[in-house]
């Protein structure tokens, strides 16, 4: 298989004046061609390698740019291991970071230097990079470099870690060499063909596994070109003004298009050869409106531990109740099932991971067999088609995508000895609490306020529920 240096340099002969990552600049999208992106590619690696980076993790903690693909790229390809975290992480959620793993350099966005503020002092042997201010210097610095690039060849070599969770304990950190992240390509371009001339709008986080790997690291292989929107208050005009043949969504994104849908917005959609749809359970009513208005709506299942895609609907599949169909690279089964067939979701192919970093999980688990436990409940048909059940244990599934372990976020709450009781749950699509203390109700609601302030905005508890101990002591 080929690597991504190789792809790169693959695509610096093919394509070096076709278009490839638009950015907005003063209200108009400006191109950056393949030659152009490889070569800040290739500069932005001999910086980082210049300085000893080799082999290192390096992490990003950044909105979606320009900037931050370029960085990703150069580290998987050239340098070393790319962790990129959640843009709405907080200080306390990367200290913990670097509980799991050494961190040679963290490149952060401007609007990100408080939160990492507190964290120079504690690992000084980390360097640390605002990008605004340093992304031009080390491009300019790298061009300086005479030594050729060898590149990352070894695709069982890890060169991403991404995480999920990690609200109170160490986060679970997910490996993935480039045999886990090129796995399915081949499987996804037979059901949806991506070439040069497909246009893609990104509106999804770029530390996510579904957008980091289908929506960008496919491009090296595909051709196709990029649009970074990173304003998601402008997501509808964004659709209507690049007209995208290719999109990646999450429900929520698309629950907004349907609250706003007009015949222009119909009429956009209708013109795309794919729209995906993933990271969380899909609305069937407001799926079926779609594809019943012709719109080429697919639904994706997939996690961080298989490289992303599990399963994806065929397009024009008359079945709108499977949540896809397994991609057939893959060996899926279900886990002792029940009287239905429901059961638990197991996966085993190349995509998968070869587990957590340092620690396991009992929310879900990889077997000595290789195989991925999800955690999933769900049922297969003899078409090879996937209906997604539920989760083994406890957790909120956000219309966006996030997930959020309700038993970390309680045990937050349990540290206050006077919090008999807690119990976390979802309402309204945001995490909600229900107590029992003998603590006045105000003394609660600034506990909240306090253990909200060490938890990304999604998982900040939004509903309070008290309850009093009219038994005293906590139950054991």
Not at 141 to 151: F, I, K, N, R
Not at 230 to 249: G, I
Request: with cysteine; aromatic share 10%.
């Amino acid at each position: 298989m080929k690597t991504i240096c190789e792809y790169l340099e693959e695509d610096r002969l093919k394509w070096p004046d076709h278009p490839y990552i638009h950015i907005k600049e003063n209200g108009i999208y400006r191109p950056r061609t393949f030659l152009e992106v490889t070569d800040d590619i290739q500069n932005m690696a001999k910086a980082l390698l210049a300085r000893g980076f080799q082999g290192k993790n390096l992490i990003i903690f950044a909105e979606n740019s320009y900037e931050w693909i370029v960085l990703s790229f150069a580290v998987m390809a050239y340098v070393g291991v790319c962790v990129p975290v959640d843009k709405e992480w907080t200080s306390y959620d990367l200290k913990n970071t670097f509980c799991v793993l050494p961190a040679a350099a963290v490149f952060y966005s401007r609007s990100r230097a408080d939160r990492v503020s507190s964290l120079k002092e504690p690992y000084p042997d980390t360097a640390w990079f605002c990008i605004e201010d340093a992304f031009a210097g080390l491009i300019q610095e790298g061009s300086q470099v005479q030594a050729e690039l060898t590149g990352t060849r070894d695709p069982r070599k890890t060169v991403l870690t991404l995480f999920t969770s990690g609200t109170t304990n160490l986060p679970k950190a997910i490996p993935l060499t480039q045999e886990n992240l090129f796995a399915n390509w081949k499987t996804l371009y037979r059901r949806t063909p991506m070439m040069e001339t497909d246009r893609s709008c990104v509106f999804l986080p770029l530390h996510h596994v579904y957008t980091c790997v289908a929506n960008v690291l496919y491009t090296v292989i595909s051709g196709m070109q990029l649009y970074l929107c990173p304003d998601l208050t402008r997501m509808v005009q964004e659709l209507l003004d690049v007209r995208p043949t290719v999109v990646c969504m999450v429900p929520l994104l698309l629950y907004r298009l349907y609250e706003v849908r007009t015949e222009e917005l119909l009429d956009v959609l209708r013109t795309m050869r794919f729209l995906y749809c993933g990271g969380s359970f899909t609305d069937p009513k407001i799926k079926a409106y779609f594809i019943q208005e012709g719109v080429p709506l697919l639904e994706a299942y997939g996690t961080t531990e298989t490289s992303s895609v599990i399963a994806l609907a065929i397009p024009e599949d008359p079945d709108l109740l499977s949540n896809g169909v397994i991609f057939e690279n893959l060996d899926v089964w279900i886990d002792q099932p029940d009287a239905d067939g429901v059961g638990e979701i197991i996966v085993k192919g190349k995509s998968v991971s070869k587990g957590y970093l340092h620690r396991n999980d009992h929310y879900s688990d990889f077997d000595a067999e290789g195989a991925y436990h999800t955690g999933d409940l769900g049922w297969i048909d003899d078409r090879r088609h996937l209906y997604l059940k539920g989760r083994k244990k406890r957790m909120i599934l956000t219309a966006n995508g996030k997930n959020i372990y309700v038993e970390e976020i309680e045990a937050l709450l349990l540290l206050e000895p006077r919090i008999r009781t807690a119990k976390v749950f979802e309402e309204a699509h945001h995490p909600a609490a229900s107590v029992v203390t003998d603590l006045p109700e105000n003394e609660v609601q600034k506990l909240v306020e306090q253990i909200n302030q060490k938890l990304p905005a999604f998982k900040q508890i939004r509903k309070l529920y008290v309850k009093p101990d009219t038994l005293g002591g906590r139950i054991k």
